[in-house]
């Protein structure tokens, strides 16, 4: 089990998201739980109100399905 952090910057602004992790048999991990990601993100519709906890866990989880973690934890283990 782990937490993985990705972050990134623009000028002075910086963005991050966490979650915690599990290894599972066959080398292979996942997400503890999708809707328990952490972030100082906040999100908006086209409108600019500020979206509700589970659409803004639904933006989080397509912005980490994007993301190389699972191999970059798996490269951390010794597994590639």
């Keep these: 089990m782990g937490q993985t952090l990705w972050q990134g910057a623009e000028g002075h602004a910086v963005a991050g998201v966490a979650w915690d992790w599990v290894s599972l048999p066959a080398g292979l991990v996942a997400m503890v739980d999708p809707m328990a990601l952490i972030t100082n993100l906040q999100f908006v519709n086209h409108a600019g109100e500020v979206l509700?906890?589970?659409e803004s866990a639904r933006q989080l989880n397509e912005i980490v399905h994007a993301l190389p973690w699972q191999?970059?934890?798996q490269r951390a283990l010794g597994l590639h």
Excluded: D, G
């Design 52 to 54: 509700a906890p589970l």
């Design 71 to 73: 191999y970059e934890v």
